[in-house]
């Protein structure tokens, strides 16, 4: 039986994540008497598993790029990033011996390439301020007393609080920890709560079986469009030349919700890679206001006109050729029958047979491989989690809620998301800090009464 603990703190920091790690730390490096509780049986967890393990920190983005990525909530970030922004955080993890590394897309990642060296870092920030830690202790219900301390009852006993942290993360990746407990807490107190979606997620298609029949191959260089409406209803020449998206100038016309060039991948459920992930919740939006479909542009560098001369061409130099020889030097091996099933075209068919208008349906599946979106993926299996904590009861000058004071939210258990990137990540970290920095100054002004 677990002894009851009865243990009196100036801040609890609730979630051992890179945001509560950082708050943790901040607040005892300003002199707070600090308690971490981590529901898991160790802290970092997500981080571990960011940047295929790698960890992408930050990016190398301009500021105002960088808030565009947060799409209309970023503007809530500047006062946070003006504070503690990527330079702070690079001379934070170099002064605990974490060197980092510029990629392509502006990515930056621990020249090691290893997450656990960020993990150990900030535990080593936290245990430099002689933060008490609580692995296992799950917490339960939050309570404010008439005194204006806090009450906070976990799995492994009660403690009390001046000032309470809320760092829980959001509802994806429930296996490091992140199932939502966070907003359940949050609306108990008092806050509303903006839906949650998932973010950064593969999509599930109509099309299952044309899906699974080329599970598995990833294709680079091509585009693809989301649109509402079906997709056998979408005039195909509507399809963009450039980017339309967060993080994009432009704005898209209707009914584009957004386009991306890149790279992509099949499922046995539908679609997924980069550029699909960057679309998901856009498209997890649009499916509110009615069918949604996203047509592939497999030769966006080839106009409809260009394509056909070149198809004619090899049809002309390679006339007793099997469709299938000829459609090889077009797609990926794996995708070559059902695309040819699809378009309806006999696969013994010699290329000096084929006719006119299988010629077309060839040219508008190339430019235009159809597919209706039925769902997301579960929030579970998101990258991300849209929604959280609503922005209007949170100050962003200090992370503070507005309703309650000695409340304070960081990191993903806030309305804010970002595409991929490092973008997610230096939000908890500015937004932790600036939390950890405003809690401290919260108790502070107690002993200056």
Known sequence: MLREKKMSFDIIVVGGGAAGLMAAGRAGQLGAKVLLLEKTDGCGKKILVSGKTRCNLTNDAELQNFIAMYGVNGRFLYNAFHHFFRPELLSFFAGYGVEAKLERGGRIFPVSDDAHDVVRALEHYRDDHKVQTELNAKVTTIAQGENGSFAVQTSRGNYSANSVILATGGASWPQTGSTGDG??????????????????????????????????????????????????????????QVNYGRGEKKLPHAPVIESRFGEMLFTHFG??????????????????????????????????????????????????????????????????????????????????????????????QLKALRFNIKSA????????????????????????????????????????????GGYNLQAAFSTGYMAGESAAKYIASFAGE
């Not at 070149?310 to 049809?315: A, C, I």
């Not at 068919?349 to 084929?354: G, N, S, T, V, Y």
């Open 377 to 420: 993926l579960p929030l579970a299996r998101a990258i991300v989690t849209a929604g959280g904590v609503e922005l209007r009861e949170i100050d962003p000058r200090t992370m503070a809620s507005k309703l309650i004071p000695g409340v304070y939210f960081c990191g993903e258990i806030i309305d804010i998301d970002a595409d991929t």
């Open 183 to 240: 907003y359940k807490i949050s609306a108990a107190l008092g806050h509303n709560i903006t839906a949650l979606k998932p973010a950064l997620v593969p999509l599930i298609v109509e099309e299952i079986d044309l899906a699974k029949s080329m599970q598995g191959v990833s294709l680079r260089n091509i585009r693809a469009t989301a649109f509402q409406g079906k997709a056998r209803e979408i005039d195909a020449q509507l399809t963009p």
């Open 271 to 364: 679609l997924g890679g980069p550029i699909i992930l960057l679309m998901s919740l856009a498209v997890v939006e649009a499916l509110e206001n009615g069918p949604v479909s996203i047509l592939i542009d497999l030769k966006p560098a080839l106009r409809r006109e260009q394509l056909r001369g070149r198809l004619q061409k090899d049809f002309d130099n390679y006339g007793k050729r099997k469709i299938g020889s000829i459609i090889q030097e077009y797609l990926p091996g794996k995708m070559i029958e059902p695309f040819v099933a699809l378009a309806g075209i006999d696969p013994e068919k010699q290329a000096h047979q084929i006719n006119g208008p299988e010629k077309e349906m060839i040219i508008e």
